[in-house]
């Protein structure tokens, strides 16, 4: 029988996560989402055809999955809460939330329980995410593959085994769509500099973007092959590119992520 799947909290990762799952296969009959009032769940209801619930303890009842996706700052009460429901099923726990540790949430649940902590990305929203994933010693090899698929469903998923890499991840793509969103501003500025309508350097840039990543995922060769084989002697994209390299930007880079790293470690 497929797993039941319940999402506590009913907001945009909860409803891009749900939505991925559909369109990968999963039936709506066993996705459920909660939130405290129906005006949140009758537009998910009715868009993607799922069950949902205003009592969490009543969802986390027939759950074999519960995902943890409301604020951070109210997860510690809506944890505690429930904690009883979830004691008496002890479904798979996936947290999406942005810095709460595996062991405090277990602890908020009553402790003991199998319980993947995921970082992932707002790309997810357009099905396009990238997200690292931590199980802690009591998750199973089927629950393991069952928070891949959920992940899956809205982009990438790569395994860490030591949950403090998952700091690393924000560094690397948790928090990057922002290093991206930044470096198009600049282009799109740069460009308008050179005497392009802003609209179409917006787009050039952000085209050029997709198109490199798609280009580097599809390839077997590294990023510094593919950057080589665009570069000809003497031509105009060496020039840009010692620029870059002259001013620094793998410092500037490793600068900002190990910042980035540190951040999230004191939030954790
Ligand atoms: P959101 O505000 O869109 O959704 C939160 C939902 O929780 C709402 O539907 C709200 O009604 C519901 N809620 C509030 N109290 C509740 C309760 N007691 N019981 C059940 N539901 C309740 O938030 P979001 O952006 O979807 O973020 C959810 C989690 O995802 C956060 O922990 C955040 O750290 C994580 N996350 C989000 C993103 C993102 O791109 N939005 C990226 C990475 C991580």
């Known amino acids: 029988m497929a797993s039941k799947v319940t999402f506590i909290g009913a907001g945009n990762m909860a409803g891009a996560i749900i939505g991925g799952m559909i369109e990968s296969g999963f039936s709506p009959d066993d996705i459920t989402a909660t939130a405290p009032s129906d005006d949140f769940l009758a537009p998910l209801r009715e868009r993607l055809g799922i069950r949902t619930d205003t009592d969490n303890d ?5 759950s074999d999955v519960v995902v943890l996706a409301v604020k951070p700052q109210i997860m510690r009460e809506v944890c505690e809460k429930m904690r ?12 999406v939330a942005a810095g709460l540790p595996a062991e405090t949430l277990e602890h908020w649940l009553g ?22 994933l931590f199980a802690n010693d009591k998750v199973d090899e089927a629950q393991r593959r069952l928070a891949t698929e959920l992940m899956e469903s809205v982009g990438l998923v790569e395994w860490v085994e030591d949950e403090a890499l998952l700091d690393a991840v924000t560094a690397v793509s948790g928090s990057a769509p922002a290093y991206f969103f930044l470096m ?19 787009r050039l840039a952000m085209q050029t973007a997709l198109g490199a990543a798609k280009m580097a995922l599809s390839s077997d060769k590294p990023p510094a092959e593919l950057k080589r084989n665009v570069m000809s002697p003497g031509g105009t994209t060496e020039r840009a590119i010692e620029h870059l390299e002259d001013a620094g930007l793998r410092r500037i880079m490793a600068e900002a992520m190990t910042a980035c790293a540190d951040r999230a470690g004191e939030m954790a």
């Open 58 to 62: 009543a969802a986390v009842a027939q």
């Open 84 to 95: 009883d429901a979830v004691q008496a099923r002890r479904p798979l726990i996936v947290s």
């Open 111 to 132: 402790g003991n329980l199998p319980l993947v902590r995921c970082m992932p990305n707002t790309p997810a929203l357009v099905g396009a995410g990238a997200a690292g």
């Open 184 to 202: 198009f501003e600049a282009m799109e500025q740069a460009g308008v500099k050179l005497g392009l309508p802003s609209d179409t350097a917006r």
